[in-house]
Protein backbone atom coordinates (compact mmCIF):
# COMPACT_ATOMS: atom_id res chain seq x y z
CA UNK A 1 0.00 0.00 0.00
CA UNK A 2 1.30 2.92 -1.09
CA UNK A 3 1.03 5.86 1.48
CA UNK A 4 1.91 9.77 1.16
CA UNK A 5 1.86 11.61 4.02
CA UNK A 6 1.49 15.57 2.94
CA UNK A 7 2.58 17.91 5.59
CA UNK A 8 1.73 21.69 4.81
CA UNK A 9 2.53 24.88 6.04
CA UNK A 10 4.80 27.76 5.49
CA UNK A 11 8.03 27.15 7.92
CA UNK A 12 8.81 31.00 7.97
CA UNK A 13 5.30 31.45 9.91
CA UNK A 14 5.80 30.19 12.94
CA UNK A 15 3.02 27.85 14.03
CA UNK A 16 1.80 27.57 10.12
CA UNK A 17 4.55 25.16 9.33
CA UNK A 18 4.12 23.01 11.64
CA UNK A 19 3.19 20.43 9.20
CA UNK A 20 6.19 20.50 7.59
CA UNK A 21 8.06 20.24 10.99
CA UNK A 22 6.02 17.38 11.57
CA UNK A 23 7.31 15.62 8.26
CA UNK A 24 11.24 16.46 9.26
CA UNK A 25 10.74 14.88 12.98
CA UNK A 26 9.29 11.52 11.43
CA UNK A 27 11.63 11.11 8.83
CA UNK A 28 14.11 9.65 10.55
CA UNK A 29 11.53 7.09 12.43
CA UNK A 30 9.80 6.30 8.68
CA UNK A 31 12.98 5.63 6.58
CA UNK A 32 12.77 2.61 6.43
CA UNK A 33 9.25 1.81 5.23
CA UNK A 34 9.71 1.92 1.39
CA UNK A 35 5.74 2.23 0.48
CA UNK A 36 5.39 5.73 2.54
CA UNK A 37 6.66 9.00 1.16
CA UNK A 38 6.98 12.06 2.71
CA UNK A 39 6.04 15.03 1.08
CA UNK A 40 6.52 18.78 1.69
CA UNK A 41 3.28 20.41 0.62
CA UNK A 42 4.08 23.93 1.24
CA UNK A 43 1.32 26.29 0.91
CA UNK A 44 -0.41 23.94 -1.49
CA UNK A 45 -0.05 23.78 -5.41
CA UNK A 46 -2.27 22.03 -8.09
CA UNK A 47 1.04 20.35 -8.68
CA UNK A 48 0.36 17.98 -5.53
CA UNK A 49 -2.92 16.66 -7.32
CA UNK A 50 -0.70 14.07 -8.79
CA UNK A 51 0.68 12.56 -5.84
CA UNK A 52 -2.29 12.56 -3.97
CA UNK A 53 -4.21 10.14 -6.82
CA UNK A 54 -1.26 7.93 -7.05
CA UNK A 55 -1.25 7.05 -3.35
CA UNK A 56 -3.35 4.63 -2.08
CA UNK A 57 -3.30 6.32 1.64
CA UNK A 58 -3.29 9.97 2.52
CA UNK A 59 -2.31 11.43 5.63
CA UNK A 60 -1.91 15.08 5.65
CA UNK A 61 -0.61 17.31 8.00
CA UNK A 62 -1.72 21.07 8.77
CA UNK A 63 -2.07 24.20 11.62
CA UNK A 64 -6.21 23.98 11.57
CA UNK A 65 -7.82 26.58 13.37
CA UNK A 66 -9.93 23.08 15.30
CA UNK A 67 -11.77 25.34 18.56
CA UNK A 68 -9.23 23.63 21.09
CA UNK A 69 -6.16 25.14 23.18
CA UNK A 70 -2.52 26.21 21.03
CA UNK A 71 -0.91 22.51 20.58
CA UNK A 72 -3.86 20.65 21.07
CA UNK A 73 -4.64 18.23 18.04
CA UNK A 74 -7.29 16.29 15.98
CA UNK A 75 -6.89 12.99 14.37
CA UNK A 76 -9.57 13.37 11.52
CA UNK A 77 -10.30 10.01 9.48
CA UNK A 78 -12.50 9.40 6.21
CA UNK A 79 -15.04 10.76 5.77
CA UNK A 80 -14.92 12.70 9.44
CA UNK A 81 -11.26 14.65 7.49
CA UNK A 82 -13.88 15.32 4.23
CA UNK A 83 -16.74 16.74 6.32
CA UNK A 84 -13.95 18.86 8.14
CA UNK A 85 -12.53 20.54 4.87
CA UNK A 86 -15.96 20.95 3.80
CA UNK A 87 -17.60 22.74 6.19
CA UNK A 88 -14.84 24.66 7.85
CA UNK A 89 -13.89 26.68 5.00
CA UNK A 90 -11.61 29.04 6.87
CA UNK A 91 -10.27 26.15 8.97
CA UNK A 92 -6.71 27.16 7.61
CA UNK A 93 -4.77 29.27 5.66
CA UNK A 94 -5.02 26.22 2.41
CA UNK A 95 -8.50 24.52 2.96
CA UNK A 96 -9.54 26.00 -0.20
CA UNK A 97 -6.46 24.46 -1.75
CA UNK A 98 -6.80 21.47 0.07
CA UNK A 99 -10.45 21.35 -0.78
CA UNK A 100 -9.69 21.73 -4.69
CA UNK A 101 -6.57 18.92 -4.47
CA UNK A 102 -9.84 17.08 -3.03
CA UNK A 103 -12.47 17.68 -5.72
CA UNK A 104 -9.68 17.20 -8.27
CA UNK A 105 -8.89 13.82 -7.14
CA UNK A 106 -12.28 12.95 -6.79
CA UNK A 107 -13.09 13.48 -10.38
CA UNK A 108 -9.95 11.91 -11.36
CA UNK A 109 -11.45 9.06 -9.70
CA UNK A 110 -8.92 8.84 -7.08
CA UNK A 111 -9.48 10.22 -3.83
CA UNK A 112 -7.68 7.89 -1.27
CA UNK A 113 -10.20 5.24 0.68
CA UNK A 114 -7.92 5.52 3.28
CA UNK A 115 -7.34 8.99 4.38
CA UNK A 116 -6.67 11.35 7.82
CA UNK A 117 -5.83 14.56 8.76
CA UNK A 118 -4.09 15.66 11.52
CA UNK A 119 -5.11 19.13 12.44
CA UNK A 120 -3.07 20.80 15.31
CA UNK A 121 -4.20 24.11 16.92
CA UNK A 122 -2.02 27.29 16.11
CA UNK A 123 -1.16 29.52 18.99
CA UNK A 124 1.25 31.95 16.83
CA UNK A 125 0.94 32.89 13.08
CA UNK A 126 3.68 35.56 12.49
CA UNK A 127 7.12 35.70 10.96
CA UNK A 128 9.62 33.40 13.15
CA UNK A 129 11.15 30.06 12.32
CA UNK A 130 10.26 28.07 14.82
CA UNK A 131 6.67 26.69 15.88
CA UNK A 132 4.83 28.29 19.42
CA UNK A 133 6.75 25.89 22.36
CA UNK A 134 2.46 24.47 22.57
CA UNK A 135 2.77 23.71 18.77
CA UNK A 136 6.71 22.25 19.03
CA UNK A 137 5.09 20.19 22.02
CA UNK A 138 2.53 18.78 19.95
CA UNK A 139 5.21 17.52 17.35
CA UNK A 140 6.15 13.87 19.35
CA UNK A 141 2.57 12.77 19.93
CA UNK A 142 1.52 13.61 16.49
CA UNK A 143 4.28 11.55 15.04
CA UNK A 144 3.12 8.45 17.34
CA UNK A 145 -0.33 8.64 16.58
CA UNK A 146 0.92 9.15 12.19
CA UNK A 147 3.21 5.93 13.46
CA UNK A 148 0.16 4.35 14.37
CA UNK A 149 -2.00 5.07 12.14
CA UNK A 150 0.44 3.61 9.44
CA UNK A 151 0.71 0.84 11.04
CA UNK A 152 -3.07 0.04 11.68
CA UNK A 153 -3.38 0.58 7.93
CA UNK A 154 -0.88 -1.54 7.13
CA UNK A 155 -2.98 -4.67 9.15
CA UNK A 156 -6.43 -3.76 7.75
CA UNK A 157 -7.54 -3.99 4.07
Known amino acids: MKTLVLGIGNTLLTDEGVGIHVLQALEPKLAHLRDVNLLDGGTLS ?54 DLRAIAILAGHWPQKRAMLAIQPDVIDWGETPSPA ?11 IQKLLERWQHVD
Open 46 to 99: FTLAGPIEEADALIVVDAANIKKSPGEWALLEGEEMDAFLMSNRKSTVHEVGLT
Open 135 to 145: VAAAIPPVCAA
